[in-house]
T-cell receptor, first 109, second 114 residues
Framework: GQQLNQSPQSMFIQEGEDVSMNCTSSSIFNTWLWYKQDPGEGPVLLIALYKAGELTSNGRLTAQFGITRKDSFLNISASIPSDVGIYFC?????????FGAGTRLTVKP | DAGITQSPRHKVTETGTPVTLRCHQTENHRYMYWYRQDPGHGLRLIHYSYGVKDTDKGEVSDGYSVSRSKTEDFLLTLESATSSQTSVYFCAIGEGQGTGQPQHFGDGTRLSIL
């Protein structure tokens, strides 16, 4: 089946630093999505991307839909302690949607 | 918070017993989804529904069945639970573009099969 490779698996950063994570696949997707999950809760949709090359921002978060349609990137600028959590990418093609294994972000004050 | 309620939130049961998890929404969304979350695998789709009595299989549907008799309720049933079904189960709802996408997730049900 279609596999999503999300990297890095974990990140330890200092408050105020910028963060980058990405998701790649051997398959093409029509939609890329990014979610954040806090401990003990369900994931929350952060950004949805519907078009190759699309760049979308949500506050300090910016995500891009790769030109090849096989990858996506999420950047967080000026990280703050509440950015801590697990970030998941997801790719969708028709009725099939797959999630990456997640990037665990730790922010040190 | 989006109106999604999962019940129970925690359950411990024995191998071979039937288990039903319930998802209730107050958002009137067309699509409802059941996922399982396991370490190293992210979220994997079990089944989804695109309307009352309309359901389809996901990536890991073996051993699970679902039913949707009302827009607001989506039930996940393990007919005979196995230890491999120990997991955290999430319900999600959505409308979205095309065939829909999960936009809001519940807080999960932690299920342990002994």
């Amino acid at each position: 089946g279609q596999q999503l490779n999300q990297s890095p698996q974990s990140m330890f950063i200092q408050e105020g630093e910028d963060v980058s994570m990405n998701c790649t696949s051997s398959s093409i997707f029509n939609t890329w999505l990014w979610y954040k999950q806090d401990p003990g809760e369900g994931p929350v949709l952060l950004i949805a991307l519907y078009k190759a090359g699309e760049l979308t921002s949500n506050g300090r978060l910016t995500a891009q839909f790769g030109i090849t349609r096989k990858d996506s990137f999420l950047n967080i600028s000026a990280s703050i302690p509440s950015d801590v959590g697990i970030y998941f990418c997801a790719g969708r093609r028709n009725n099939d949607m797959r999630f990456g294994a997640g990037t665990r972000l730790t922010v040190k004050p | 918070d989006a109106g999604i309620t999962q019940s129970p939130r925690h359950k411990v049961t024995e191998t071979g017993t039937p288990v039903t998890l319930r998802c209730h929404q107050t958002e009137n969304h067309r699509y409802m989804y059941w996922y399982r979350q396991d370490p190293g695998h992210g979220l994997r789709l079990i089944h989804y529904s695109y309307g009352v009595k309309d359901t389809d299989k996901g990536e890991v549907s073996d051993g699970y069945s679902v039913s949707r008799s009302k827009t607001e309720d989506f039930l996940l049933t393990l007919e005979s639970a196995t230890s491999s079904q120990t997991s955290v189960y999430f319900c999600a709802i959505g409308e979205g573009q095309g065939t829909g996408q999960p936009q809001h997730f519940g807080d999960g049900t932690r299920l342990s099969i002994l």
